[in-house]
C-alpha cells in the first residue's frame, strides 16, 4: 500500500510565474496540518495542497509537470523548471536585501 504525502503548490507571480513546490507533510497527519505548513512557509502567498503517492521531490515534480502538460497541452509550459524550498529561501533572501538599507 501507498503513503499518500501533501504538497504546496504555488506559483511566483513577481517572477515570471514560476512554479513551485514545497513538501508538506504525510497525509495520515491531515489536509489541514499542510496548509498550517503552507501559511508558515509562504506567509500570504497564494497557495494549493496536492496529494501525490510519494515523498520523492523528484516523482512529485514529475507527476505535476505530466499533469500540466494534461491542462495545456503544451510541452513548453510543462517543462518549465520547478523551484523547491532551497530556491525559495533563496529567492527570499534575495528579495530581503533588496530592501535594507
Known amino acids: ?3 499518500y504525502h501533501f504538497w504546496i503548490e504555488t506559483v511566483d507571480t513577481e517572477n515570471n510565474d514560476k512554479p513551485y513546490l514545497l513538501y508538506a507533510c504525510p497525509a495520515r497527519e491531515g489536509e489541514n496540518a499542510a496548509r498550517q505548513r503552507g501559511m508558515e512557509l509562504l506567509g500570504g ?3 494549493q495542497i496536492k496529494k501525490y503517492p510519494t515523498r520523492d521531490i ?4 514529475a507527476m505535476l509537470r505530466g ?3 494534461e491542462q495545456t497541452q503544451s510541452l513548453g509550459e510543462s ?4 523551484g523547491h524550498s532551497k ?3 533563496r529567492l527570499r533572501r534575495r528579495n530581503s536585501k533588496q530592501f535594507e538599507y
Open 1 to 3: 500500500m501507498k503513503e
Open 45 to 47: 502567498l497564494d497557495f
Open 58 to 61: 523528484n516523482t512529485a515534480s
Open 67 to 69: 499533469k500540466r502538460q
Open 79 to 82: 517543462g518549465r523548471r520547478i
Open 87 to 89: 530556491s525559495l529561501k
